[in-house]
């Protein structure tokens, strides 16, 4: 039975007993439909000018009891159709059948019916400003994972960090992936090696929303989101499709299926299981350097979420995720069995990737939520012929508990964090034995948020962690906002970051192979200060179309920063506290605007500076841009079958590790633009049809370059290099430039243009 | 004064669900709920378009009791003698069992959604999509 006759049964049984006046009693029944032959649902029905009445149903059925008889007129009528009248005679025990079929009403006919929750909103009433993104947004760009679904967000950049083994990481603000906080349901548990390899395996189609706050957000979820804050808000049972089905294969051979089943377990639980599988099983080498230009990949993630019914209508859920993956990249004729061996390059990650995360509302009359999460991430990977085996697990447990008191909403909690790390690399052992990283991170926080008056609001929270390697953590932050109109909204936010650094979890280049790593001091926290301003205007059309615009600044300096060094030595990476500061500072622009003619659009734009400066040299971070641009232009037919999405998005030039003085390759990369066009085609009864071309300039990172981006790809283990006594490379006959093999100089993927087809399936 | 006279047909009159209630006992009249959510961009251009308009404040203000509602606020409701609670989906979100109760149709609930409850206390009429001034006078003027 669908959900409106529920409502409709609950409401009748529970508050109308229509009296019965004698026996008299006929029935009238029959459809609603459209001139185009849908059923109509919701249109009114009316007898003898509304003494009795009902709706149809979803069907476009309805069912009127008369008590009693003679000649009426019935009404029918819906909005947007022209409204039917016809005479029936009722006699007493009667069941009379009567169809109507509705005209569209000229009046309406041009009015589109713009439906809300599937664009992408922002939070407008917290004085932290959070953009949520749903799924309405990512499908604009269908890709299959959240990684490469935020390339469509201004000021977020997907940013690859490995050519040969395709693991990136999510920049915000020029800020790298470590700084973000990326979090599952409030949860952070995408963190450390996860940060890396964690992000590609979240299904899309589990995800309700993603809410996305750039800049500083410190406090409440820790002290790490220096760069920004992803909270990836999984599927409530209570708004999941029983099923649903998503699958889209590409020209170059990638095959992505997600599915999504929902299923109620009585008055006990209800269940929703996920599943997603990619697979890219093809070796392509369009640049011709003999090395894959897509790293293959077979990957599995399993996802599945308890909502437990409590008789009190209290939160309970427990959600759990596997996730297996298999990945490789490197010369064209590797195979497993070259795998760790210095015969034949390849670098072949294996993932293996448990996590558990449950919320609980304590039965106690003040509101208190209690949760946690665990997981383990098991890593075996080999790059080229050297090996990193790592093992990490991450408990989290937190307690928070929230009251309003006047105008202060008040939210104070307790965490604590365990972590244990352990790998193959000497980062965890000493001389004699090995000694794995374990780090106990115990916090609390309060925060308050007033309503100074209708216009105002403040924000106060503060934290304190326990580190048992650093001591005392304490970061405080401050947000106001203020409504110069409904429409007008001025915030300001600033704080402090405390971050500690594990080289090997979170930088990949730490990783690669190619380059020794020089860790010359004990390396110190990272901290910051930051401040955000943020203006937003917003304008509301008669008709329902919208725009706005949206003005962002930041600025934040760190006192230290461990930042990777390229250039002392090519040979090396030398890794050390900041002797001086790190300064990131842009501003960013986004304007938007959609039309009840189905027309919409949205532009942004990112100016930004990130640098160090070091006994008085400023030097622009590495991989980082100046500028990013992104823009979508949407059209969907009045009726709604039919939609189209131009995406893309352009980025400035970024510094790159270049391999010392000689090497030919341009120090700085190129303006780059990737763009996309898709057609949707809604068939009814829940099918959906997309398809479209991806990079549709056929941009690649090695178009227009002469030299290779991989320097030395022929002879990945350096045979050919001589080496001096320091370690550095000398230049000899047959190699002038003194190069040494070095993927690490990439900034953009290698695929070029292709098509994409797929089809989603929904069942309420 | 003048001035509040004129505001009496310019302000729209909000209510609770108990008032509403109330007073459909004192003089029947249908009640018109606006469901919305606080991140939903089409119940904000809702309020700061059609419900600022005269027309539909007029009819609103007449012919019915106008009940605003936050299908996400978080305090129990007693309506026709039931209490209905928020029902949490995660920490920060979930859904209030009337909004439910009086929103959602086949897709579930989204947002914004209208629901006219005709003086029989019969769910008359759903919309779950933006209403224009003009497509809420059409709605306001029929009988229900």
Redesign the interface.
Known sequence: MSKSLQVLFLFQTLLILLPVYGAAQATLSGSVLSSTGDPLAFASVSVDDGRFGGTTDDAGVYSITVDSYGNYDVTVSFLGYESITQQVTLSDGQAVMLDFQLNPSDQLIDEVVVTGTLKEVNRLDSPVPVEVYNPGFFKKNPTPNVYEALQNVNGVRPQLNCQVCGTGDIQINGLAGPYTMILIDGMPIVSSLATVYGLSGIPNSLIERMEIVKGPASSLYGSEAIGGLINIITKSLQKASTLTADVMGSTWGELNADVGVKQNLGSFASVLTGINYFRFDNVVDNNADNFTDMTLQDRISIFQKWSIHRKDNRLFTIAGRYYNEDRWGGELNWTPAFRGGSEIYGESIRTKRWELLGQYELPTSEHMVASFSFNTHDQNSVYGDVPYIADQKIAFGQLTWDRQVGAHDLLAGTAVRYTYYDDNTPATADANSNRPDQIWLPGIFVQDEIGINQNQKLFLGVRYDYNNAHGNIITPRIAYKLSITPTDILRVNAGTGFRVVNLFTEDHAALTGAREVVITEELNPEQSINVNANYTKKVYLQDGGSGSLDISGWYTRFSNVILPDYDTNPNQIIYDNLEGHAVSTGVSVNGEISLSNGISASIGGTLMDVSTSENGVVERQILTERFTGTWALSYRTPNDRWSIDYTGNVYGPMRLPVLGELDPRPEDSPWWSLQNIQVTHRTGGGIEIYGGVKNLLDWTPWKGQTEPIIARSFDPFDRGVEFGAGGEVIATPSNPNALSFDPSYVFAPNQGIRGFLGVRYQMR | MAQDVADDYQQLRFHTFSEAEELTREVPKPIVVFLHA????????M????FKNEDVIKLLNEDYYFVSFDGESREPVSF?S?TF???????????H?LA???G?????????TLVIL?V???????????L????MT??LS???
């Open positions: 606080e991140w939903c961009r089409y119940c904000k251009n309020e700061q378009t059609t026709k039931h609670e928020f029902k949490p989906s995660g920490r920060d979100s979930g859904t069992e439910f109760a009086l959602a149709m086949e897709d579930g609930l989204t947002y914004p005709n029989q206390d019969e769910i008359a009429y759903q919309q779950n999509s933006f224009s001034a003009t497509q059409t709605l029929r009988s229900w």
